[in-house]
């Protein structure tokens, strides 16, 4: 079983830029991980993923404002997050994928909100 902590979540202004962090308890050496979203009335959806081989993907909507990035060592992943507009507002999960068995897990989200 892997806990997942996210933190870094807050109120900005459009424009600004957050740095969310999730810390794992176990080593993330063999998991891919990444970060989703869910805003109030819709359904969780992908931000962007980052492989243990660090390739990385992200949603249309956050490509190019956003980067995902890993501290295996700390058993850390980052998702910063630059030029935040207000539907970028949602709770924020990290998620770790286990690649040999598909297993999920998930931490307990971090509220983003960004007024306009």
């Known amino acids: 079983q892997v806990q997942l902590v996210e933190s870094g979540g807050g109120l900005v202004q459009a424009g600004g830029s957050l740095r969310l962090s999730c810390a794992a308890s176990?080593?993330?050496?063999?998991?891919?991980m990444g970060w989703y979203r869910q805003a109030p009335g819709k359904q969780r959806e992908l931000v962007a993923t980052?492989?243990?081989?660090?390739?990385?993907n992200y949603a249309d909507s956050v490509s190019g404002r956003f980067t995902i990035s890993r501290d295996s060592a700390q058993n850390t992943v980052y998702l910063q997050m630059n030029s935040l507009k207000p539907e970028d507002t949602a709770v924020y999960y990290c998620?770790?994928?286990?690649?040999?068995?598909?297993?999920?897990?998930w931490g307990q989200g971090t509220q983003v909100t960004v007024s306009s």
């Open positions: 980052i492989t243990s081989s660090d390739n990385t």
């Open positions: 998620n770790a994928h286990w690649r040999f068995t598909g297993t999920n897990y």
């Open positions: 176990h080593s993330i050496f063999n998991f891919n």
